[in-house]
C-alpha cells in the first residue's frame, strides 16, 4: 500500500507540472483531471481493495459474534 501511494504522489507532481505548462486554465485542469486525478483514484481504489475486503471480513464476523452472544443470552432467561 505504501508504495501505492509513493507511485500516486509521483505522478501527481509531474501531472500538476503538465497542467502548469498548458496555455489556458482550462486545458490545464481537464489534463490535470483526466491524466492525474482519473489514474490515482484508480490506482489507490485498487491498492486498498484487499484492505477493504479484509475489513468487511472482519465486520461481518463480529457481527455474528454479537449475534451469537445474543442468543445464548436469550436461552438463560427463559427458565
Known amino acids: 500500500m505504501s508504495f501505492a501511494i509513493i507511485i500516486v504522489i509521483g505522478w501527481l507532481y509531474v501531472t500538476v507540472l ?3 505548462n498548458e ?4 486545458a ?9 486525478a482519473l489514474p490515482c483514484g484508480l490506482i489507490l481504489y485498487f491498492a486498498t481493495s ?8 472482519h465486520r461481518e ?9 445474543g442468543d445464548r443470552a436469550d436461552t438463560g432467561t427463559d427458565q
Open 28 to 36: 490545464g485542469i481537464i489534463s490535470f483531471l483526466f491524466y492525474g
Open 61 to 69: 464476523l463480529l457481527a455474528n459474534q454479537r449475534l451469537n452472544e
Open 23 to 26: 496555455p489556458s486554465i482550462t
Open 50 to 57: 484487499k484492505i477493504r475486503r479484509q475489513l468487511r471480513a
Open 18 to 20: 503538465i497542467a502548469a
